[in-house]
């Protein structure tokens, strides 16, 4: 059995993300780290010592940005929790994933599926270098180049 050429090609292709879509990842500050897009929200979502909750303009970040990934139809993604380093390492693991999920319930709530977004509380684990142990309490947002 032949396959036309075109039938052939189509299939050893990788899916990706479309020229549009990277267009948008970069306009809204995603970079490529590694194979994915990564948008860590340090800079604009930052929480309380020992707090889970969103700000209104940390909340209306979230939708917008959860609108905007979506309008170019990507859907699938992976929200990290982080924490600072004080306290107790197993407390910041449980705090980091509670802001992980604050994230991803208003990214659920604009109308992304649940089973599409990942959540991950890395406690204080990875944290970015350079910066003061309060920006380490973020959530970042990482999009896969499927």
Do not use: K
């Amino acid at each position: 059995m032949v396959l036309p050429l075109g039938l052939l090609a189509a299939c050893q292709q990788r899916p990706g993300l479309s020229a549009e879509q990277i267009a948008v990842l970069r306009r809204e500050g995603f970079e490529l780290t590694g194979d994915d897009w990564s948008l860590g929200l340090s800079d604009r979502i930052l929480f309380a010592s020992t707090r889970a909750e969103l700000a209104p303009a940390a909340l209306g970040t979230v939708e917008h940005l959860g609108r905007t990934l979506r309008g170019v139809g990507i859907y699938r993604l992976r929200v990290e929790g982080h924490s600072d380093s004080y306290g107790d390492a197993a407390y910041n693991e449980q705090l980091s994933q509670r802001r992980a999920q604050a994230v991803a319930d208003v990214l659920i709530g604009i109308g992304l599926r649940q089973e599409d977004v990942v959540v991950q509380g890395l406690g204080s684990r990875v944290p970015l270098p350079g910066l003061r142990s309060n920006e380490n309490r973020r959530v970042a947002i990482i999009v896969p180049n499927q």
